[in-house]
């Protein structure tokens, strides 16, 4: 089983910063993608930005040049810097990781961090 330990996320105002982090921990030989989605009230769950193994990124559109993921492979750990957020940005963030698992690739999801940016 693995584990994912989610942190950073709170209440700010538009044009400040946050960095969410995840940690997995548990049985498993390797992570592959690693990533970040958010889900909003009354909304569908969307990507937000990922990162492969070899550091290879993925981005929403509304989130470019705002956002940067960035993936600590040591530490099993995955990064979401959010710089100049705004009222849209309001959302659950959810990571997800992929793992490989006796021979099998699969992928687990957070438990989620509120993400609250005010006007």
């Known amino acids: 089983q693995v584990q994912l330990r989610e942190s950073g996320g709170g209440w700010v105002q538009a044009g400040d910063s946050l960095k969410l982090s995840c940690a997995a921990s548990g049985r498993f030989f390797s992570i592959t993608a690693m990533g970040w989605y958010r889900q909003a009230p009354g909304k569908q769950r969307e990507l937000v930005a990922s990162?492969?193994?070899?550091?290879?990124?993925n981005y929403q559109d509304l989130v470019k040049g705002r956002f940067t993921i960035s993936r600590d492979n040591a530490r099993n750990t995955v990064f979401l810097q959010m710089n100049s957020l705004k009222p849209e940005d309001t959302a659950v963030y959810y990571c997800?990781?992929?793992?490989?698992?006796?021979?099998?690739?699969?992928?687990?999801w957070g438990q989620g961090t509120q993400v609250t940016v005010s006007s």
């Open positions: 997800n990781v992929w793992v490989s698992q006796l021979g099998i690739v699969r992928d687990y």
């Open positions: 990162i492969t193994t070899g550091g290879s990124t």
